[in-house]
């Protein structure tokens, strides 16, 4: 059984920096892509950063790229998003998510993503 655990999120000021943390569960944490998604109050849910299975390749949505950065430690079955520069328009609930294993590299689409955590509060105060 894979489970994803987040952790990281917060209440920072606007221009603050958080970093949020997924730790998995299970053996096979390296052979599948990661991604972050977040979810404001009355919106839908939006792509945030994605990683590959080795961490070798990763994007981002437009609106954090720049600001933000996705890495994986795959020895420590741990993913990372590093937010710096932070905006109101963060403010989400943030989730990591796991393909299945063997799929090594990412997609946009949530409905792609087999695993998920449970999320983690960002609030950006202005």
């Known amino acids: 059984q894979v489970q994803l655990v987040e952790s990281g999120g917060g209440l920072v000021q606007a221009g603050g920096s958080l970093r949020l943390s997924c730790t998995a569960s299970?053996?096979?944490?390296?052979?599948?892509?990661m991604v972050w998604f977040r979810q404001a109050p009355g919106k839908e849910r939006e792509f945030v950063a994605a990683?590959?299975?080795?961490?070798?390749?990763?994007d981002y949505a437009d609106s954090v790229k720049g600001r933000f950065a996705i890495s994986r430690d795959n020895a420590k079955n741990t993913m990372s998003l590093q937010m710096n520069s932070l905006k109101p328009e963060d403010t989400a609930v943030y989730y990591c998510?796991?393909?299945?294993?063997?799929?090594?590299?990412?997609?946009?689409?949530?409905?792609?993503?087999?695993?998920w955590g449970q999320g983690t509060q960002v609030t950006v105060s202005s």
């Open positions: 998510a796991r393909r299945r294993p063997g799929q090594w590299v990412y997609s946009y689409t949530a409905e792609h993503y087999d695993y």
């Open positions: 299970g053996r096979t944490f390296s052979n599948s892509a």
């Open positions: 990683i590959n299975w080795n961490g070798g390749s990763t």
